[in-house]
């Protein structure tokens, strides 16, 4: 009977889909992972923060928080790479919907507890520094600063010594978020040898098709910039 209406209406691709992001972005090459992980076909449209691109009219009124990335579906509108991804894994994911982003609400929180790790602590550290790098403020991160990093990477290592990915035995959206920006503040700050499993996990996700397609090119624009910076 219900057969018939087996392809729930959610599942299907709406065309309108735009993402406004830009390569140098770690969170915005969180987004563009997962639309290459799923297969999304959508309209990536860059947004030049140095020519004050997400501070125009139009902009401010989709996204008043001009940040990139930024989502668009039709009229709906989503600001923020994490809200963007459990979004875009929700409606999109298809049979990958269930691993990306599980609906057992433990699990679920778990995932959602590394998002918030990398919103509150990871991303914040990295781009406090990018932040003063630009500013020409420091030619290299203060002892503070590097303590920072260290303390998220040995918090991501502790989570890796129970799970072989940041939330579960098998990849979530936490890991692309996370992939981006440890990817990124690894640069600033190298990751130690002795985080054995924090380096085994970004090892294995390096290796994925969809993190050398998306993530290394803007990997490679930011390392650029902060080896121009960096003393
Ligand atoms: N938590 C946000 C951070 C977004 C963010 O700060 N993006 C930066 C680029 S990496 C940006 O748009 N900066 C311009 C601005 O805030 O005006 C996310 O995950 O999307």
Redesign the pocket.
């Known amino acids: 009977m219900g057969v018939f209406f087996s392809i729930a209406p959610q599942f299907t691709v709406n065309m309108t889909l735009k993402i406004y992001k ?1 390569d ?5 090459r ?2 563009m992972m997962l639309a290459e992980i799923l297969q999304l076909k959508h309209e990536a449209l860059d ?1 030049n ?1 140095m020519a004050g691109e ?2 125009t009219p139009e902009y401010l009124e989709k996204n008043p ?6 989502l668009e579906d039709g009229d709906f509108y989503v ?6 991804n459990t979004y875009l894994a929700s409606k999109y994911g298809g049979a990958q919907s269930e691993k990306l982003y599980p609906t057992d609400f433990k699990v679920r929180a778990t995932v959602d507890s590394r998002l918030f790790f ?2 509150s602590v990871v ?1 914040p550290a990295s ?1 406090a520094i990018t932040v003063a790098l630009l500013n020409g403020e420091i030619t290299s991160p203060t002892k503070q600063q590097t303590e920072k990093l260290n303390f998220a990477y040995e918090v991501l290592d502790k989570y890796l010594q129970k799970t072989k990915f940041a939330a579960a035995d098998h990849l979530t959206v936490a890991d692309i ?1 996370l992939a981006a920006s440890i990817s990124s503040a690894s640069l600033l700050v190298p990751i130690d040898q002795k985080y054995t499993k924090l380096t085994a996990w970004l090892n294995t996700i390096q290796q994925e098709d969809w993190y050398k397609k998306k993530n290394v090119p803007g990997l490679e624009v930011y390392k650029a910039f902060v080896s121009s910076k960096l003393k």
Not at 24 to 28: E, I, K, L, N, V
């Open positions: 830009l140098g972005s770690p969170p915005a969180a987004v947004v923060l997400h501070l928080l001009h940040t990139i990335p930024f600001t923020d790479s994490h809200a963007i990398d919103v991303s781009s978020s």
